[in-house]
């Protein structure tokens, strides 16, 4: 299984729409704060560099190089694994893109997200992925999951049969439904036995959208291990992979799948 114990660190800030040097800037001063080991992970919310700022998105898809750039100095630089959501040009239009690096730097993969949320017009705005994404990162699979894809279990449960061990969740969830992301992130840990960590933003995104912040991560049983509040700030989370493995084997949920059936 390779790595069995390493800390993702999920920061969480006010990120506002149309700012990238203020939203990489407060990153910045965030991640400095963090005390990172050889091997960790550091997780970013939703389109964290750019926020959603629909009056211009294909500017903001222009600036994604050097929000890569940014990411890759900073994974290169701590030895650490980087993810977060950015928008990126593509073929069919702007996509919302989960970008993973590895410690050395390199882009090791990507998701584009499939669940576009229709009540903030991200259906009319970005073109929508058509793919799961799961990553080989020290040996262990990773799944990756954009903010409403949350509500679909139906993604969480391919990802999980494609052997990951830990789904990665990039979110901008408003404050009004808080309580549904805390659930849905449990939830969706407990049906597949597996850890998931969201990373979510908080404040007014300078749009009049509040989002509620509560980034947290939820192990293999459905518990929450770590939760923040709904202020800015950083959540590092210790993970023993090998909990997963342990969990399903004292409580064989997902070995008494009945497929033939449903």
């Known amino acids: 299984m390779g790595q069995r114990h390493f800390k993702i660190h999920l920061v969480q800030w006010r990120v506002i729409a149309g700012q990238l040097e203020h939203n990489l800037a407060r990153a910045d001063e965030l991640v400095e704060s963090i005390n990172t080991d050889e091997d960790d992970l550091i997780l970013l919310p939703e389109m964290f560099s750019t926020g959603f700022y629909y009056a211009d998105l294909g500017k903001m898809a222009d600036l994604s190089t050097q929000t890569v750039e940014w990411m890759s100095t900073l994974a290169g630089s701590r030895s650490v694994a980087v993810a977060g959501s950015l928008p990126e040009h593509s073929d069919d239009g702007v996509a919302n893109t989960l970008v993973m690096m590895d410690r050395m730097g390199r882009r090791t993969g990507s998701y584009?997200?499939?669940?576009?949320?229709?009540?903030?017009?991200?259906?009319?705005?970005?073109?929508?992925?058509?793919?799961?994404?799961?990553?080989?990162?020290?040996?262990?699979?990773?799944?990756?999951?954009?903010?409403?894809?949350?509500?679909?279990?139906?993604?969480?449960?391919?990802?999980?049969?494609?052997?990951?061990?830990?789904?990665?969740?990039?979110?901008?969830?408003?404050?009004?439904?808080?309580?549904?992301?805390?659930?849905?992130?449990?939830?969706?840990?407990?049906?597949?036995?597996?850890?998931?960590?969201?990373?979510?933003s908080c404040g007014d995104d300078g749009s009049g959208l509040v989002l509620g912040g509560n980034s947290l991560v939820a192990g293999p049983m459905g518990e929450v291990i770590g939760r923040m509040d709904n202020g800015e700030g950083v959540l590092s989370v210790s993970i023993e992979l090998g909990e997963v493995e342990r969990v399903r084997r004292e409580f064989p949920v997902l070995s008494l799948r009945r497929p033939d059936v449903y």
């Open 112 to 200: 584009v997200k499939v669940h576009l949320f229709p009540l903030t017009g991200e259906v009319s705005a970005f073109h929508p992925g058509d793919s799961t994404s799961v990553i080989s990162w020290n040996e262990t699979c990773v799944g990756l999951m954009i903010c409403f894809d949350l509500r679909f279990p139906e993604l969480a449960r391919k990802i999980c049969l494609e052997e990951s061990r830990i789904i990665l969740v990039s979110a901008q969830w408003p404050e009004k439904r808080i309580n549904h992301f805390i659930d849905l992130v449990r939830l969706r840990a407990m049906e597949n036995q597996l850890f998931v960590a969201a990373t979510n």
